[in-house]
């Protein structure tokens, strides 16, 4: 399964040590495609997707001079990429919606019917459910389940305690199950 | 584990095969160096960045495109602007267009010419005329499914039957107009090939830099060695020349012209290698396919002398009854992947204990296999992208690339049910199946060895 590189990033490597752009380049180059398709499972949309992770790594990259912990890099990009997923879902922007009218028309987002059918209906159903969930239930499980963080981990990630990640996790299994039994 | 977390997994990791390149990074000039507060995790307002740094970027951007632009002009005399290829596919995975010719390879009753047709629907969206007194034979695409090379000989008319005739050579590419996509073609400075001169294969590098062609010239016995030149398609020049060996009979690499000119024999690994197949029999007659790798970097002069076996290929199972998996024998079913790294074979054969899942199957009873992709590391089988249940349609199934993408992880290919003469054309990853209409006019589910292969070029 090709999805091992994401599951395991390379680690950052201390920012004081190297310039702003190499190291953000290299953390780029080492995490953003895992990163992309996070965003893709949260939102459904690759070029919304694209933006969110361009965005947190523009972030990165503004602040990279005051980063006082290189250990931190990463996590901060993850959590940026959560913030803007969470943004985007949200709507909360006008240019939000735009773009994401905007990729619609463009047939770029990955509910087009050309991508969606290279998905199996199988898999469409569950990213479908899975879209539907609330937001943290969403975010706990695609942490856990696709980007193979620990619960720890994943916990720092969502800026909650490790016992909310196991409830929410708990929870969006049970109701992935009863919409996924519904549906079939 | 819970059923719900098991599909969930199946599911996350099924986007994967959706989303495998991103576009590059392009930061901005660095920051001030003086920031009012700490790192705290907040995606700066896209408004203020884009406000703050428009003008430096734009200056940035200006000075790239004019570096650009003075290598292309220096790089093409005419002027004309060199090809230059994004790798970028668009978000289905496959690629947007393909070309192919306007007519039957059999139809000699006038000029051939190219036709731009949309992979998923398989509209032809623009038909482009031969130049005047010529006939389309060959064409080979580059990796952004919108830049190809096509070769031209003089009448008579018709694909088909076309070795030997003197081929001149185009560059072809789709342009966006008011009205949708169109081609423009431009001629190239590749010396004409001589009359007599039979073309065994042609391949465009995925940058469109450079094209390989392998090419021998019918002589009366005894035959000549093979030739394998790599041109520059902006100034035409010969860059490598390679011979095969003396005393192997042609063809070593690639074939003979059927239904045009060959173009599935070659591929290019990246922008620096090449990667060739060949069928021989071991002394047991048993039909062995090796893979051999040949770095532009070595040596001109003999072919074999300068690649390296990269893989051997299990030999195809027998059809009608349960047998391991393996490659068909023959120079268009095995795929290298852009990457390098495997190669997707197109062939038949039952699963074993081995293969963990099978995506496309309902029940865990499967166990036909039409597409797999191989390690040419280790040799492993490290993907199925298709199969069928028994039951489905008995042991007898066959598969066959026409394009495979940068990773090995989606096909497109046509899976026949030979004793049904009946088949699936489309898109294959990661076991599940979107149909694409058969890229070409005819009858679709009579494929003829490597025929499908060289009419159409993705």
Redesign the interface.
């Known amino acids: 399964?090709?999805?091992v590189e994401?599951q395991t990033p390379r680690p950052a490597r201390p920012p004081a040590a190297v310039p702003?752009?190499a190291g953000?380049?290299a953390l780029?180059?080492a995490n953003?495609?895992g990163l992309?398709?996070l965003a893709?499972?949260m939102l459904g949309d690759?070029?919304a997707?694209?933006d969110v992770?361009?965005?947190?790594?523009?972030?990165l990259?503004?602040?990279?001079?005051?980063?006082?912990d290189p250990g931190?890099a990463l996590a901060?990009v993850r959590?940026?990429v959560l913030?803007?997923c969470r943004?985007a879902v949200r709507g909360q922007t006008r240019?939000d919606r735009r773009d994401r009218a905007a990729a619609t028309d463009a047939?770029?987002?990955?509910e087009?019917a050309?991508?969606l059918?290279?998905?199996?209906e199988?898999?469409?159903e569950?990213?479908l459910a899975?879209r539907r969930l609330p937001e943290r239930q969403r975010e706990a499980?695609?942490l856990r389940?696709?980007f193979g963080l620990s619960e720890e981990e994943t916990a720092r990630a969502m800026r909650i305690s490790r016992g909310t990640v196991k409830s929410s996790l708990s929870r969006a299994?049970?109701a992935?199950?009863r919409m996924?039994t519904e549906e079939s | 584990m819970t059923s719900a977390e098991e599909r969930t997994r199946a599911a996350m990791d099924a986007i994967t095969g959706l989303v495998e390149n991103v576009a590059p990074l392009t930061l901005p000039p660095p920051a001030p160096p003086a920031m009012p507060a700490r790192l705290r995790g907040r995606v700066p307002s896209p408004r203020r960045r884009w406000g703050s740094w428009l003008a430096p970027v734009t200056a940035a951007v200006a000075v790239v495109a004019i570096a650009i632009a003075l290598v292309v002009v220096r790089d093409v005399p005419s002027g004309r602007p060199t090809p230059v290829a994004s790798q970028v596919l668009p978000p289905t995975g496959i690629p947007q267009y393909y070309l192919t010719f306007d007519q039957p390879p059999g139809d000699t009753t006038k000029p051939v010419g190219l036709v731009l047709r949309a992979t998923l629907t398989g509209k032809t969206l623009f038909t482009l005329q031969p130049p005047r007194g010529l006939s389309f034979a060959g064409i080979t695409g580059a990796a952004d499914d919108r830049t190809f090379v096509a070769d031209a000989h003089r009448d008579p008319y018709g694909v088909e039957g076309s070795a030997g005739r003197s081929r001149t050579w185009y560059l072809v590419r789709v342009t966006s107009t008011g009205s949708g996509p169109a081609l423009t073609m431009t001629k190239l400075r590749i010396s004409a090939t001589p009359v007599g001169t039979m073309i065994n294969d042609i391949a465009l590098s995925p940058d469109a830099a450079m094209l390989a062609v392998v090419s021998e010239h019918l002589t009366t016995k005894p035959r000549e060695q093979q030739q394998l030149r790599v041109y520059s398609v902006a100034t035409g020049a010969v860059l490598h020349t390679w011979l095969s060996p003396a005393d192997k009979v042609p063809p070593f690499v690639g074939g003979g012209g059927d239904g045009g000119d060959p173009n599935a024999a070659l591929a290019w690994i990246g922008d620096r290698s090449l990667a060739f197949n060949q069928g021989t029999f071991a002394a047991s007659g048993v039909p062995t396919l090796t893979v051999l790798e040949l770095e532009l970097s070595r040596p001109d002069g003999a072919i074999l002398a300068s690649s390296r076996t990269v893989a051997i290929l299990p030999p195809a199972g027998e059809t009608g009854k349960p047998s391991p998996y393996g490659c068909r024998w023959f120079w268009g079913d095995v795929m290298v992947t852009g990457d390098g790294t495997s190669y997707v074979c197109g062939g038949n054969g039952t699963s074993s204990a081995t293969l963990p899942k099978l995506y496309c199957l309902k029940h865990p009873t499967w166990n036909v296999v039409a597409f797999a992709g191989f390690s040419l590391t280790t040799g492993k089988m490290t993907r199925i992208l298709s199969g069928y249940r028994t039951g489905c349609a008995g042991y007898n199934v066959l598969g066959y690339p026409v394009w495979v993408n940068a990773t090995g992880s989606t096909v497109i290919g046509y899976m026949i049910f030979g004793s049904r003469n009946s088949g699936m054309f489309g898109v294959f990853t990661h076991g599940s199946f979107r149909p694409l209409p058969y890229p070409v006019p005819g009858s679709s589910y009579q494929y003829m060895a490597g025929s499908l292969l060289n009419q159409v070029a993705w």
């Open positions: 399964m090709d999805s994401t702003a752009e953000v380049t780029y180059e953003a495609l992309v398709r893709v499972i690759r070029q997707a694209e992770v361009q965005d947190a790594f523009f972030g990259y503004r602040n990279w001079s005051r980063l006082d931190k901060y959590s940026s913030n803007g943004a240019r047939r770029s987002s990955i087009s050309e991508a059918v290279l998905l199996s199988e898999h469409r569950v990213l899975v499980l695609v389940f696709y299994l049970a992935l199950g996924l």
